[in-house]
């Protein structure tokens, strides 16, 4: 196992396949059929603000995001077909797979694409994705998958582009792309998002989250969302962050698109619900849904949280950390 460093900090790789080891480093191009395995990781918005729509149709957003642990997993194994092909692993559920294109409507084909136009015209690669997290949740499962997928290549292609040039291909891509290849784990963003400010945390951040059935559109959910006359910002929230005061994080929670997404997922606004009566907590939502978490103070505490809940709700929970 080696670390490969870039856009994204540290992330773990895979040497040669056949078991010879291979290091993952500056000016290393991958031998054909060699593999760099990524993991591809989700996000929570913890702060969300809408501030406006933008002339080219997107809002102007003040948004916290948060890594967290949970991932895809991404294996990129490099030949010289001059082309890129993308497929699940073979344990990927489904239920899943049956809601993820493999079309040119898949973020990692499309950042694949970006950077086979600055590669070798015989650079190809397959590409194998092993998918956990679910489209339509609000976590940036897409927009983490193309992070790797930017990261890996421009490794496995021996591309000379520097960070910021990666963050400009991102940005043209996705509005979380740029926080979930900044390898912080916590940052204000701004813009669509794609304005990456790291933020410290003084600790570990324990959440528990759940999911219904059906995702949510992001299109719709931002068609429906009024902005506020009194707008909110991320000052605070950031402020506790960076001081440890785990007490009052909740109080600076906020995302201004529950009140539409509740709308356009009824099923969802049963679960906040019944949710947030089960554990007398205040329960927040991710992005544009249709995830829905609540913070804990400590590993026990979420630990007992999603053993209430799924005891109760009869549902799955997922533990997060950041």
């Known amino acids: 196992m080696c670390g490969l460093k870039g856009a994204t900090g540290m992330a773990e790789c895979t040497g040669a396949a056949g078991g010879s080891g291979g290091t993952v480093g500056c000016g290393w191009r991958p031998r054909s059929g060699d593999r760099i395995v990524l993991p591809a990781a989700s996000k929570l918005n913890i702060f969300l603000e809408v501030l406006g729509r933008r002339p080219d149709g997107y809002h102007e957003l003040d948004t916290i995001m948060v890594r967290t642990q949970f991932c895809d997993t991404l294996t990129l194994i490099p030949n010289s077909s001059g082309q890129v092909l993308l497929r699940f692993s073979d344990a990927t559920p489904a239920s899943v797979q049956s809601l993820v294109p493999l079309d040119g409507?898949?973020?990692?084909?499309?950042?694949?694409?970006?950077?086979?136009?600055?590669?070798?015209?015989?650079?190809?690669?397959?590409l194998v994705l092993h998918k956990c997290i679910p489209p339509e949740s609000g976590l940036g499962g897409g927009s983490g998958n193309a992070a790797a997928a930017l990261l890996g290549l421009r490794q496995a292609w021996n591309?000379?582009?520097?960070d910021e040039h990666l963050h400009e291909i991102a940005a043209g891509l996705?509005?979380?792309?740029?926080?979930l290849l900044s390898g912080a784990r916590a940052a204000v963003c701004r813009g669509r998002g794609e304005q990456v400010h790291p933020l410290p945390l003084a600790g570990r951040l324990h959440f528990v989250a759940l999911r219904p059935g059906r995702g949510n559109s992001t299109p719709e959910v931002f068609r429906r969302t009024v902005v506020?006359?009194?707008?909110?910002?991320?000052?605070?929230?950031?402020?506790?962050?960076?001081?440890?005061?785990?007490d009052l994080l909740e109080s600076c929670m906020f995302n201004r698109l529950t009140d539409a997404a509740r709308q356009v997922n009824p099923e969802m606004a049963d679960l906040q619900g019944r949710f947030q009566h089960a554990v007398r907590k205040p329960v927040f939502m991710s992005g544009s849904g249709s995830t829905v978490f609540v913070f804990c103070r400590s590993a026990q505490e979420?630990?007992?949280?999603?053993?209430?809940?799924?005891?109760?709700?009869?549902?799955?929970?997922w533990q997060l950390e950041v």
């Open 302 to 317: 979420a630990r007992d949280v999603r053993r209430i809940v799924e005891q109760r709700l009869k549902v799955s929970a």
């Open 174 to 179: 996705g509005s979380d792309i740029n926080f």
């Open 159 to 162: 591309l000379p582009l520097s």
């Open 105 to 126: 409507r898949n973020l990692i084909l499309r950042a694949a694409e970006q950077l086979r136009l600055l590669a070798a015209p015989d650079a190809g690669a397959e």
């Open 228 to 246: 506020g006359t009194e707008q909110r910002n991320s000052h605070a929230l950031a402020e506790c962050l960076a001081a440890g005061r785990m």
